[in-house]
């Protein structure tokens, strides 16, 4: 029996074709449940204070880039969403003085118009956001090599080269309120993939690549970014996959309470302890990923309880 349409997008997978039974159990979870579905290869921390919350976030590059050498080169994979964390970095870099010459960045994704990834004029590019929020901002002495810094492009073979032979110590990325990371959708709702989305096995198979976009994510990131002009949005984006996702030695989960809902915060986060993998929810996936951790600022996870406004 073929599950239930999408509420949102009847074309579309998304989370709103599971079982109400998973949807109301993750509503009714606390800030106290939610830190009790710690368990090897997945942890929840949560953090106090913004303040505490990003530079968290920031030391996580530092403490990858550290570990780079000439003969083991190593990175980390950051997001646009949040990008609070970036001014901090670079601050970070220049204050303690650390060289960059052996250390590596991927950027996420970027978004794909006209038949290739849009230039850093596009008032929405993610490249020009790290290089203006970070990489812009660290002294030329200790700055990345340019070569080092890889950002995706429409033609994707040097941006999955360049996974070769580097470590990636850490993947950062938010949470989208389509539940993905990067931009990792659900896929649309056609062919093979009408009556049942993509098994696990199927979609982590999935490399850097260029992606149709939810209308719930075209929606989110006008909201974020765009002042609610949804027109400005790209409806397609280049973003890194599963398959890259899998060769990270850690993947870092920023949840701050300004992209995804009180609701979503809570439903991966117990689909992952309890290893419910599911291509409807992308970011269910990292279920069998061996080292996961969520960060949550306390005060952004809301409640699920109706209110009206």
């Known amino acids: 029996m073929p599950r239930k349409l999408s509420h949102i997008a009847p074309g579309w997978w998304d989370y709103t074709t599971l079982e109400h039974d998973i949807i109301n159990d993750a509503a009714r ?38 570990q780079a050498t000439a003969d083991n080169p190593a990175g980390i994979c950051g997001p646009i969403g949040p990008t609070e964390q970036l001014p ?15 250390a590596h960045f991927w950027g996420m994704d970027e978004w794909y118009q006209d038949g290739r990834e849009v230039p850093m004029s596009h008032p929405l590019s993610f490249e020009r956001a790290d290089r203006e929020l970070c990489f812009g901002r660290i002294r030329k002495e200790l700055a990345m090599p340019e070569a080092n810094l890889h950002f995706p492009k429409a033609d994707t073979a040097a941006y999955a080269r360049s996974w070769e032979g580097v470590r990636c110590v850490v993947m950062q990325g938010g949470q989208g309120d389509i539940k993905h990371w990067a931009f990792n959708d659900p896929p649309k709702r056609e062919g093979r993939y009408r009556d049942e989305p993509p098994t696990p096995e199927e979609y982590r198979q999935l490399g850097t690549r260029v992606v149709d976009l939810h209308p719930v994510t075209l929606a989110q990131n006008a909201r974020t970014s ?57 970011m269910s996936l990292l279920a069998d990923h061996p080292n996961v951790q969520f960060n949550y600022y306390r005060g952004g996870l809301g409640s699920c309880a109706v209110e009206m406004h």
């Open 226 to 282: 765009g002042g609610g002009n949804i027109t400005m949005v790209p409806a397609k984006a280049i973003t890194v996959g599963p398959r890259e996702t899998w060769r990270a030695e850690k993947v870092s989960i920023w949840q701050a309470g300004a992209h995804d809902n009180p609701l979503g915060q809570r439903l991966t986060a117990l689909m992952i302890s309890k290893r419910i993998a599911d291509a409807a929810v992308p």
């Open 88 to 102: 901090l970095v670079a601050r970070l870099v220049n204050e303690l003085g650390i060289g960059l010459r052996d």
């Open 29 to 66: 979870l606390t800030d106290r449940d939610l830190e009790q579905l710690s368990r090897p290869g997945f942890r929840v921390v949560m953090h106090e204070t913004l303040e505490d919350f990003y530079l968290a976030e920031a030391l996580e590059y530092i403490g990858a880039w550290r």
